[in-house]
């Protein structure tokens, strides 16, 4: 079936609300296919998006307009959904299949892209949910066929959010240096990216892990999911006492949260040349005395979503493996601005998945 419109939820301003608008769709040409949508998650970076940067300390906040973003942004970047047209040159994907969108489309030919690291091309992104339209819609057009990768026997609403959580925990442990059974790792903040990486962790590497956050829940759900210890950051003496427990033996800690006490934490948790990974986009800055760089021998490093080839590797994995359920929260996407609402004063347990 041809689909000659898009109906999508996107804002004019930033800072606006999402309004509805109809779009003409064109035609698909080449490897383009075109995705009727059946489920899309709802992330913490459209709020940022929304808003039109990220907090960067001091007061000072970033400025996608100035990063070259265009108006009007339609959201979504964890698709799901059917495909229901194909350009002519598609042979990767049939009509009627379910399949996910990998939305962190590089320009494809600067030296980052080929290297297969299309979500930091150094040159012209393409994200959808951004720079291009994304999934709060009801049909979305996929710029090739080789973004799309079947959801198998995986369920479509979590498989969703593969896209984006579950690649940025999958890239975020691969940074990790090598550890044995006798080393621990520190996942800070478990929300759902910081859980899937207890789970993945404690399936795929030796290590033990410890997970921090300051909620009980969470703190139960991480020890069910691997985790071998458990602490609250804002307990007194947190980095003593949780240091003591893991023997003071923290070869890598990841910050899930990425504000400026997380990271503060994770640095003083992790032993002589540890590592630190700072995923979170909380906002704030980072502040350290700089001999401790090479008195601790230590190296900081970032970790932004992941490439194709992570969500490849994590829907075969998650189809072998039992990954945590992280719980959804269904809405129907005409509610799309007051799950963002819901979202941004901490109303929504889980991930909100719009379904159009
Ligand atoms: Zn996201
Ligand atoms: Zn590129």
Known sequence: MKYQCAHR???????????????????????????????????????????????????????????????????????????????????????????????????GECPTCLRGDEHLCVRAARNMGLQVPGGYADVVRVAHARYLVPVGTLEPARAATFACAGITALSAIRKLPAVTADDWVAVIGCGGVGMTAVALLSTTAPAKIVAIDPDPTKREAALRHGACAAYDPNQPDAFKVIGKACSGNIAGAIDFVGAESSSSLAVSLVRRAGQVIIVGLFGGEFRMALPMFALKSLSISGSYVGSLPDLRELVALAQRVTLPEIPLDRRPLNSVNQALDDLSHGRVVGRVILQP
Do not use: N
């Open 9 to 107: 939820w996107a804002f004019k301003s930033w800072g606006g609300e999402l309004e509805l608008s109809e779009d003409a769709l064109p035609s698909v040409i080449g490897h383009e296919v075109t995705l009727r949508v059946t489920h899309c998650g709802m992330c913490h970076s459209d709020l940022h998006i929304q808003a039109g940067g990220f907090d960067m300390g001091g007061g000072r906040l970033s400025s996608l307009e100035r990063a070259g973003s265009k108006l009007p942004v339609t959201l979504g970047h964890e698709i799901v959904g059917e495909v229901v047209e194909i350009g002519p040159e598609v042979t990767s994907v049939r009509l009627g299949e379910t399949v996910i969108v990998y939305p962190w489309i590089g320009c």
